[in-house]
């Protein structure tokens, strides 16, 4: 087995020295062995690792071969109350270290002094300091032929600088500081290189609201410019790209981030308080970025995450119990082929899922292949090897049902996470991932594809490591790289194991930074007023896409430890969405009088919008059809559509049965019958004629048709006998007639003509009506309604 022979490969030269070592002892006098023997761990208590601490800023190369000068630079600093003097710092070459778990313990106790490294490399290749003073930090550089350090066959070497000296209560040479690290070893070409994938993340936070201004252009608003320091010379996305694009590696995109990006190259608006917003300036840093990541990508391998990196974890185990939580998923994955197309003009695999941390378990690994994508990323400290495997397989492992796993290696995943802002933490994180590379690579001879799959976002101090690692390994003599298609295609190892772990061995650390089960009750919430608003709209799309991409960003993984800013975002989502879809309305109506039997009554319909609305149907509903009815029923339906910007009065009518207040209920619903916003209610008064007064006033305009009649025959008579008792006398003109007399026909025409004044409506006679005329007029609050 690998782990047993952790000291087989031990070099002649470890041995010679510590025979050397040995035999001065021996030699010694008494005194001396009994200061070096009986209390020999007494100097390293009493000078214990604080007491002067050595930094290691760089080592270069990092992966010597035969020929070259390894140098060793950094600084020591005296961190005890008492000057050292004589003091001098030197190399030691520890024995090799031939498995992957002895590197893991000799970087637990890097700056042990305890055990003993053995020798220094020689006299010659030291820097000495004659004094330290306490607090002080002295700055050294030593350099020493590679073949001075008796480095026997290939294989991972223990690397020690230390600080020798004396204090003047401790009077004797002794090391009182030292810093280990590991030198990889592999001079000659390896027989079999080791073919490794390197993913290069980026992926950033959530920057762009749901928020877009209303003109064409619909300019974004920003949550703050982090992006643009991002963005900018020297910032953390800006090194990424700088660093990368040097690399031999698969860029890992969130299309959001490109999206975010190239919004900034336009006219754009920063989030401000209360509502205000103030104008974006970065629009050159964008630009450029933006055409530096095209070059860099252009013939590079692009994996596309689904859009704005979403928590499977957390939707697996919270929000698949909450109706289309799913679909948001796929809605992610299609839209991000197109956005990475679209903006950096390659075609990207959209086949892969990456669980945080790689860390799956079967309701995951459900939720990751749900929207087509058949290959997930997943890591060694999740498929733990059971089956005594001596060597690290291959990433390919097939899980069933068309699905492979891609297992990252844990070790050279998490090489570079922590702070690495310190030079000497940087150099010693890429000591150890050479050293775990090439130790992995000698375990066998069988070639294998082998995956590193860093943190997501890492800092620029973390992408430097990265990329400084990256370009040594593939300048060395040990592996090869290969793109991340290529390795999830390779052969499987059927020894490798394929189970995945169940949902109770996820990490109860990452379980507590999942996203709640509310947040995806508040999602499906605002999704389906989307869908209830966006139904309403002649131009969906200025609202659907906005709003759209503002729900995949709520889920993002990048919320994670960040819980209460995840809440308001996914809320300001859902406020600006009801502020939106609250400017399609009802006007308020106040009580309304209906006089007569039957009338019109007026609703009005009200788009603040910049864009129409259409497919709205408005229904007006009578609560007592038994006094009023609307439309010959208890209601009324009218399709609406509205002009942005204005509001169009829907006329519904009605007729009445009787006197009293009935309460009108106006609502709109959609055309598929959903409520939209909220109803108006108002009272009507009816004042309706009853059929009782009607036939009064029947009855009396009946009694003036038959008196006119009445009057009309009697004159008529009246007027006969007249003719009669007067005679044929034409000639007759001066008797006592009228001064204007009038033939038969007059007074005929004169009687007609009052009788049918009485039918004339503007006489005194007939009832004042209550209502207007009809009026195409919308009615304003209060007003009569129009019949």
């Given at each position: 087995m690998a782990e047993a022979a952790?000291?087989?490969?031990?070099?002649?030269?470890?041995?010679r020295r510590w025979l050397r070592r040995t035999g001065a002892l021996l030699a010694g006098a008494p005194l001396l062995a009994g200061l070096l023997q009986l209390p020999a761990a007494a100097p390293a208590q009493a000078a214990s690792s604080d007491a002067v601490s050595v930094s290691l800023d760089s080592l270069s190369p990092s992966a010597p071969t035969d020929g070259d000068t390894l140098t060793v630079s950094g600084t020591v600093t005296n961190n005890a109350k008492q000057t050292v003097t004589d003091a001098h710092v030197g190399l030691h070459v520890g024995p090799s270290l031939s498995t992957r778990s002895a590197i893991d313990s000799a970087a637990r106790h890097s700056d042990d002094l305890q055990p003993s490294m053995g020798s220094e490399v020689g006299d010659k290749y030291v820097e000495k300091f004659a004094k330290l003073a306490p607090g002080v930090a002295q700055h050294f550089s030593v350099s020493v032929p590679v073949d001075k350090l008796?480095?026997?066959?290939?294989g991972v070497y223990e690397l020690g600088v230390s600080l020798s000296g004396q204090t003047s209560a401790q009077p004797w040479e002794q090391v009182l500081g030292i810093q280990r690290t590991f030198l990889p070893w592999q001079p000659d070409e390896a027989g079999t290189r080791t073919k490794t994938t390197y993913l290069w993340p980026l992926i950033s936070t959530v920057h762009m609201t749901a928020k877009t201004g209303a003109g064409e252009q619909q300019t974004p608003v920003f949550l703050n410019d982090d992006l643009a320091k991002d963005l900018s010379p020297g910032g953390r996305l800006a090194q990424m790209l700088a660093l990368g694009k040097d690399l031999d590696v698969t860029w890992v995109i969130?299309?959001?981030?490109?999206?975010?990006?190239?919004a900034m190259t336009r006219s754009y608006r920063l989030q401000g308080d209360n509502g205000t917003t103030t104008a974006g300036t970065h629009q050159a840093v964008a630009k450029q970025w933006l055409a530096d990541l095209q070059k860099a990508v252009a013939d590079k391998e692009v994996v596309a995450l689904p859009f704005a990196d979403p928590d499977l974890a957390s939707l697996a185990h919270n929000g698949t119990s909450v109706t289309g939580s799913l679909s948001h998923i796929k809605d992610a994955t299609d839209v991000a082929g197109t956005t990475v197309k679209t903006v950096l003009h390659v075609t990207p695999s959209t086949d892969f899922a990456w669980p945080v941390d790689g860390a799956v378990d079967p309701s995951i690994i459900k939720v990751a292949t749900s929207a087509g994508a058949d290959k997930v990323i997943t890591r060694s400290d999740s498929l733990q090897e059971t089956g005594g495997l001596t060597y690290t397989p291959s990433a390919p492992r097939p899980i069933g049902g068309g699905t492979t796993a891609v297992v990252a290696d844990t070790r050279l995943s998490t090489a570079f996470e922590g702070d690495l802002t310190k030079a000497d933490s940087a150099t010693l994180a890429v000591q150890e991932f050479l050293a775990q590379s090439l130790a992995l690579n000698i375990q066998t001879d069988k070639q294998r594809s082998i995956v590193v799959a860093p943190q997501r976002m890492p800092s620029s101090s973390q992408a430097q490591a990265m990329a400084q690692a990256i370009t040594a390994l593939q300048q060395g003599n040990w592996d090869q790289s290969q793109e991340l298609t290529s390795a999830a295609r390779a052969k499987p190892d059927p020894d490798a194991t394929t189970r995945i772990p169940s949902t109770s061995a996820y990490p109860s650390s990452l379980r507590k930074q999942e996203l709640p089960r509310s947040a995806f009750e508040q999602i499906a919430r605002t999704q389906d007023k989307l869908d209830n608003f966006q139904v309403i709209l002649t131009d969906e799309s200025r609202v659907a896409t906005p709003f759209g991409r503002a729900i995949n960003r709520g889920m993002s993984t990048s919320w994670r430890g960040r819980a209460g800013e995840a809440d308001d975002f996914r809320q300001g989502v859902e406020a600006w969405l009801d502020e939106l879809s609250h400017q399609v309305k009802l006007i308020d109506k106040s009580e309304t009088k209906l006089s007569g039997r039957s009338a019109t009554i007026p609703v009005t319909v009200q788009n603040n919008l910049v864009q129409g609305v259409d497919h709205l149907v408005l229904r007006l509903t009578s609560t007592m059809p038994t006094r009023l009815k609307i439309g010959g029923k208890a209601y009324s339906e009218q399709r609406v559509a509205v002009n942005g910007g204005h509001s169009q009065s829907v006329k519904f009518t009605t007729s009445a049965n009787a006197n009293g207040r009935v309460t009108v209920v106006a609502r709109l619903y959609t055309e598929?019958?959903?409520?939209?916003?909220?109803?108006?209610?108002?009272?009507?008064?009816v004042t309706e004629v009853t059929p009782t007064v009607m036939l009064v006033i029947g009855g009396g305009v009946l009694l003036l048709v038959l008196a006119g009649f009445r009057m009309y025959t009697q004159r008529k008579r009246a007027a006969a006998k007249e003719a009669e008792d007067d005679g044929p006398d034409e000639t007759d003109e001066d008797s006592d007639g009228p001064e204007n007399p009038e033939g038969p026909a007059d007074r005929l025409q004169e009687e007609s003509g009052a009788s049918s004044r009485a039918d004339d409506p503007e006489q005194p006679s007939d009832p004042t009506p209550d209502t207007a005329p009809e009026s195409a007029d919308p009615s304003g609050t209060g007003e009569r309604v129009d019949r």
């Open positions: 952790d000291f087989l490969g031990m070099s002649p030269s470890p041995a008796d480095l026997g066959q290939d969130d299309p959001d981030l490109l999206a975010s990006v190239d598929d019958g959903r409520q939209y916003g909220a109803p108006v209610s108002f009272d009507v008064k």
